[in-house]
């Protein structure tokens, strides 16, 4: 494989020049404009021809327009005659539209699958998708590397006395069940009820009762689920309450709300950029770029990834 590229869209060039410093490599050189019909122009601005190129994009907001500014830049790649293009997504777009579950709906995390290997995409990269059967989409291979590491260790590390990992919901309890081994804490379930944006907590499975309650998911996006759990496991005597995971969309409400909640620590990465407005005082962001940065050394050296996290 030829020379390793890294290139980035405009989602979170923070990101992507810090993956580039990790690597010790300088960023590829990419002009992405939009015209004034509001059309997306790209233009790679250096030789690519049989280098092994990687291209970071995050799909903040606005969402259709990131994922289609990728989609230019991977064809844009393809037509340049690149040796190998791997999309690297830190935050896989569309990715909890991936099953139909009520009729007349689509299921566009495969719809986004299909756009990426006909863009030009070789293989993917991406991080804790929220089903791993999404990989089942492609027919190209795909890396899901998982940040809960990070999470877990940060969490260790405060030193939070008499722990219980509290799953937000049953379908959350087999990932909070993984954090509850690794944590040496015991394990607490929601029962939760979502009807359109109203959640309402039913019950809880365990006792938090007097303990340091830690609230693990995949993701933070409104808040509304995570504000109705802490206040539950307040009601229901928690000492305190700190809530983590590894994507951090950060949308509509949620500071608001976190900043409303008698919530003592809020543990997140930096999958999605988080501007200053959007970090509340108790906010911890974590940062994956060393943990991208050395999935792409090894997919570019031809390594195991998985050995990065056996053990």
Do not use: W
């Amino acid at each position: 494989m030829g020379d390793l590229c890294v290139l980035g869209g405009r989602s979170h060039p923070e990101l992507t020049a810090a993956i580039c410093a990790e690597l010790g490599i300088a960023q590829g050189a990419l002009e992405s404009i939009k015209f004034p019909n509001d059309n997306t122009f790209v233009r790679v601005r250096e030789n690519v021809r049989e280098r092994d190129v990687f291209v970071v994009q995050t799909p903040s907001p606005p969402v259709d327009e990131r994922v289609m500014e990728l989609l230019i830049i991977l064809d844009a790649l393809r037509r340049a005659s690149a040796g190998r293009i791997t999309a690297v997504l830190p935050y896989f777009p569309y990715v909890r539209s991936d099953k139909k579950d009520e009729g007349r709906i689509p299921i566009t995390a495969r719809l986004v699958a299909d756009l990426l290997e006909t863009a030009g995409a070789d293989r993917v990269l991406t991080l804790d998708l929220h089903a791993a059967q999404v990989q089942g989409f492609f027919k190209r291979p795909v890396d899901n590397l998982s940040a809960t590491g990070l999470v877990a260790e940060h969490i260790r590390g405060m030193g939070l006395p008499d722990l219980t990992v509290v799953a937000p919901d049953v379908g959350r309890s087999a990932l909070c069940r993984s954090y509850a081994r690794r944590l040496g804490a015991s394990l607490a379930i929601l029962d939760k009820e979502r009807v359109r944006s109203s959640v309402t907590i039913r019950s809880l499975i365990g006792d938090v009762a007097g303990r340091s309650a830690v609230i693990l998911d995949d993701e933070l996006d409104t808040g509304a689920t995570l504000q109705g759990a802490v206040d539950y496991l307040r009601e229901h005597g928690a000492a305190r309450v700190v809530f983590g995971c590894v994507h951090a969309p950060l949308s509509g409400p949620v500071v608001q709300r976190l900043r409303a909640t008698e919530i003592e620590g809020v543990v997140v990465t930096d999958t999605f950029p988080i501007p200053p407005e959007k970090r509340v005082a108790n906010m911890h962001v974590l940062g994956v770029a060393p943990l991208l940065a050395e999935a792409i050394r090894r997919i570019h050296d031809g390594g195991s990834v998985s050995a990065m996290f056996e053990g």
